[in-house]
């Protein structure tokens, strides 16, 4: 396999800095050849680190080096621009989430990515996660029967949250119901260095095409984890037959059937292997009753902790998408739709609690209201590329 020489924009603090270490590791597959950020301290420090080239603009970096692949790490209202400039560059793209902020602005880039045939995969991780990989191998083996419902409460939000919900769901979206509220916190500095002065509460409420519903309750002080929010949390899946409550999945013996139907729960169990001194995880395995589900990992062979396998997983999603000329395994267009989902949340929770229906065909005046805000703060409109990437996205 030919390797990709790949760059990294916006080295920052968790989606650059997060994404680094885990090229590093997939040597076979990437040459780290730069890495882009306008804090030049910040390029500097990073291509000194992993040996690469620094840039401090987009401009300069497609110039001078030949690109496969580019990891879009930038904050997220950035992400339209830089996207854009890099597919009319030829390079194929790899972007943190969410997509883009707004639909129009996620538009812009489907079609940038299109015309220029470029791959574009959006770095969604919370799936990819071993442990969800193998939730999925167990509801996909029937062992709770067919999902009906999900609660996420004081998990992952936005469209992250939404993504979860609709794999689990496993159906399209058809309707939502957003409910919102915002409440004073005292400033607090989270442990990403994220500011809050306000708990921006949501609750989503979604319907399936295929009857199954959602309930989903989140708030940023909630994901910070910070002021005691959410310490625990409830992830369960409701199925005919069973239930996934966090990792333990509850199955009634079929002799209890008619005599209480009590679920019993059984608990999988994680394998590790010692990969250059890394505890690698080699599988996850779950004894029930009637059968064995075993999620092996695809990337045993790379020194990845458990978090960094998500990570890896979406990079590689690229790379085998422009190596075979493949579509990426997550894609634009589930990133879109997620986004929509997470728009929608928002919009019925301001259009008085009104349930809207999938797909939005008008602008929302939550979309409306960011472009506005993009517009007065930057001094250029949302599809003004050219000014976009040569302006500084602060982070929040
Ligand atoms: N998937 C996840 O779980 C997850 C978690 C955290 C962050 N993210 C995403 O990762 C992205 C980055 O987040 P972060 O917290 O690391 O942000 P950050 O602000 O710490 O880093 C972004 C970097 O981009 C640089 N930058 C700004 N404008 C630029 C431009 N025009 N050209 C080049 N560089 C520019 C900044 O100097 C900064 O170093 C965001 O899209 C965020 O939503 C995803």
Redesign the pocket.
Known sequence: MSKLNIAL??????????HLPVIAKLKDVYNLVAI????EE??NRYAKQYGANPY???RDLVKREKLDVVD?????T??H??ACFMADAGVNII????IAVTLPMTDLMIEAAKKNSVKLEV????YRAPRERFLSKVIEGGAIGTVGRIYRIFY?GGY?GMSMLRLRAGGEPKSILGVSQTTPVIPIIDR???HHTDERWTMGFLEFDNNATALMVYSNVIHARSLGRGQSGISQIDGSKGTVVGEEIYVVPATDLETGARGVPHTPTRTTIDVDGVKVIEKIELELPDQVVTWDNPLKHYPLSEGQIAVADELLSIANAVLNDTEPEYGAWLARQDQEMNIGMSESAKQSRETLTFPLTDLTETERSTHESYEKQHGHPIDDIEA?????????
């Open positions: 924009v916006g080295a920052g603090r968790r989606g650059g800095g997060a882009c950020d306008m804090d910040v390029a401090t603009h987009i879009i790490t930038v904050p997220g950035a992400h621009a830089v972007i943190e989430t969410p770095a969604e991780n919370y992952e992250h990403m260095k994220r976009s990437i040569d302006t500084f996205f602060a982070r929040r």
